[in-house]
């Protein structure tokens, strides 16, 4: 087969990227789009997702149930070191994230799943999940440690959001495979140097974890808030877990999570779990 012909082939799924995001923005052309509508697109998106999932470990489950709070990550924390490059004041902002999606994500899995006995894909109902982020709009039950009674205090506060995330393919920004914007948008030509875009875009090297993201910007930066946290009680209420095909831990998360009055757990259906 010549070079040319299967090139043809394996970039035949290209047409998927001349599609536009579902919604509104499927009649409109690029090049019409604003960075103000990429933004509002991305935090709408993430309202529509039915459930969303976290993939961590043991031990970050059970400090949750028993403490019935999620930790969120300094930016200068996450994995992928170029996205906070550019960031302004990212040592004051703090990510919680999870993935979208009806499929496991195979990605995710073995990123966490390095020591099989210890990986969890969780499940929240994002109805849940939202609720406690517009708690926190009214600059309630951010903690600063995992157990802690004292509050950090409402004025610290600058910003909550919830969102979708963007990925920077060449000129293009997509998502879920399609494409929400192109450098001829207006005030678009590099992504990474929009400020309003910061936190909403990764590279596409990422894709794969379909993002969403809770973020918490606080007024200055505290270098002991390594990690902080929030009230998520009511999103722990519908939590489901998931553990690897081959992992002998089920009973004992079944144990765990019927502690606390959960009984949802299941067995991975991924075909490979480290």
């Not at 073995?110 to 600059?139: D, F, I, P, Q, W």
């Not at 060449?170 to 399609?178: H, I, V």
Request: glycine share 4%; net charge positive; aromatic share 8%.
């Amino acid at each position: 087969m010549k070079k040319c012909e299967l090139e043809k082939r394996m970039f035949a799924h290209r047409k998927l990227l001349e599609t536009f995001a579902d919604g509104k923005y499927a009649q409109v052309k690029s090049e019409t789009v604003t960075v103000d509508e990429i933004v509002k697109f991305l935090q709408l998106s993430a309202c529509n997702h039915k459930r969303i999932y976290r993939y961590t470990n043991t031990d970050r489950l059970e400090e949750m149930l028993s403490t019935n709070r999620l930790s969120l990550s300094r930016l200068l924390e996450m994995n992928d070191l170029r996205e906070y490059q550019d960031v302004k004041d990212a040592d004051r902002i703090y990510i919680a994230c999870f993935s979208f999606g009806k499929l496991e994500n195979m990605a995710m899995w073995m990123m966490y799943g390095k020591v099989a006995t210890r990986s969890l894909g969780l499940s929240c109902e994002n109805k849940k999940v939202r609720e406690c982020v517009e708690s926190l709009r009214l600059k309630k039950g951010i903690f600063k440690d995992a157990c802690g009674k004292e509050p950090i205090p409402e004025d610290s506060i600058e910003a909550v959001s919830f969102h979708d995330i963007a990925y920077v393919y060449g000129t293009a920004l997509m998502w879920n495979r399609k494409i929400v914007g192109m450098s001829r948008c207006r005030d678009l030509s590099d992504p990474r140097k929009v400020e309003k875009l910061q936190t909403y875009i990764k590279d596409y090297g990422w894709a794969s974890e379909n993002e969403v993201r809770v973020i918490i910007k606080l007024k200055k930066c505290n270098p002991e808030h390594k990690r902080i946290y929030i009230d998520f009680e009511s999103a722990i209420k519908s939590l489901e877990v998931v553990v690897g095909p081959r992992d002998d831990k089920c009973a004992k998360i079944k144990g765990l999570l019927s502690m606390y009055g959960l009984n949802s757990v299941n067995e991975s259906t991924a075909s490979l779990i480290f």
